[in-house]
């Protein structure tokens, strides 16, 4: 059990800039989450896949967002046109016996 | 729908004292409960969880949780509190009829244990 593993760990950029993430997660776990996390929050849930099929997908991912998992293996995250409330920590996790195993997450900072 | 609540921003302790985070919840069938563990700029970490059985469940360093079905809490637990266990601890559900395995979390209780 290698973990999840997130990149990057930080990211700054400027407002209508795109921005892109990256998750790889525990091998041999076919389901991948992506959820939002700000401050004095809890972290809210943004997508999910099976394999490489998005299955759900929250209201809180405007057009400006997109996810993609191509292979079933790695998952990436995109924001187009990134906003100041884009800033947030985001997280990825994966799905083994019974519960979410976490990365260490991307904070994104939109100046 | 599902929800969680986590009544306290914040509990303070005194290293050595017992220690509680309460959590209730909200789900349209059988629950899945889980407590993990926040660190500064870090992802969450697993402390435990209740799937089935018994419903006092031990978990990492020392926690606990019971699940109360009446009550609808899962309140976590430890005999004696460290300083290290100073964190960011939240709560979470799953629908245990759901296949989605989207997991629910409460907005996080600050925990502080003073020496």
């Known amino acids: 059990d290698t973990g999840v593993s997130q990149d990057p760990r930080h990211k700054i950029t400027k407002r209508g800039q795109n921005v892109t993430f990256r998750c790889d997660p525990i091998s041999e776990h076919n389901r991948l989450y992506w959820y939002r996390q700000t401050l004095g929050q809890g972290p809210e849930f943004l997508t999910y896949f099976q394999n490489e099929a998005q299955l759900e997908k929250s209201r809180l991912l405007s057009d400006r967002f997109s996810a993609e998992r191509p292979k079933g293996s790695f998952s990436t995250l995109e924001i187009q046109r990134t906003e100041q409330g884009d800033s947030a920590m985001y997280l990825c996790?994966?799905?083994?016996?019974?519960?979410?195993?976490f990365g260490n997450g991307t904070r994104l900072t939109v100046t | 729908a599902q929800s969680v609540a986590q009544p306290e921003d914040q509990v303070n302790v005194a290293e050595g004292n017992p220690l509680t985070v309460k959590c209730t919840y909200s789900v349209s069938g059988n629950p899945y409960l889980f407590w993990y563990v926040q660190y500064p700029n870090r992802g969450l970490q697993f402390l435990l969880k209740y799937i089935t059985g018994d419903n006092l469940v031990k978990g990492s360093y020392g926690f606990e949780a019971e699940f109360n079905k009446s009550q609808t809490s899962f309140h976590l637990k430890k005999p004696s509190a460290l300083v290290s266990d100073s964190a960011l601890y939240f709560c979470?559900?799953?629908?245990?009829?759901?296949?989605?395995?989207?997991?629910?979390f409460g907005r996080g209780t600050q925990l502080t244990v003073w020496p």
């Open positions: 979470a559900v799953r629908d245990r009829g759901s296949t989605l395995g989207r997991l629910y």
């Open positions: 996790a994966s799905l083994g016996s019974h519960r979410l195993h």
